[in-house]
């Protein structure tokens, strides 16, 4: 039974609503609004790029490291040096892939947030401009029972 406060849950999303032309077409409309904090997008591009090559060289200096363990008994220099050092950037590695993804967040918080106040407000001024017959005819909220 349902109350008179709770809605229906929402339609499962058909793979046809969800089409990367569609994507694409949001991304296309989002774009200016984006585009006026312009350093900002770009500096979270590059924070991500970063990020992810930093994520991809975690594996790969992993590898290095394992393989560094297969030194050679009489050389003490190695036993010492190598793997602490790989195990030092290794770590840097995965510090710089947290650091990124922060650094992006925190750049581009600013951009999404402008972006939806400008969309907002121009809903609101678009509502605003629409007839007063629109709004006493239309019935919002209204649902056949």
Do not use: C
């Not at 629109?134 to 029972?145: P, V």
């Amino acid at each position: 039974m349902r109350r008179s406060g709770e809605s229906s849950p929402p339609a499962p999303i058909s793979q046809a609503d969800r089409s990367p032309s569609r994507d694409w077409q949001t991304l296309a409309r989002l774009f200016p609004y984006l585009w006026q904090y312009k350093w900002r997008v770009l500096a979270a591009l590059g924070f991500m790029v970063g990020a992810k090559l930093a994520n991809v060289g975690v594996p790969v200096l992993l590898k290095s490291l394992v393989d560094a363990m297969s030194f050679k008994p009489g050389d003490p220099q190695a036993v010492l040096v190598v793997p602490a050092a790989l195990l030092l950037a290794y770590g840097g590695l995965r510090l710089s892939t947290s650091l990124f993804t922060e650094l992006r967040e925190l750049v581009f918080a600013k951009a999404t947030q402008g972006a939806a106040r400008s969309i907002a407000l121009q809903t609101f001024e678009h509502l605003h401009a629409l007839s007063l017959r629109f709004h006493l005819e239309r019935q919002t909220g209204g649902h056949d029972a």
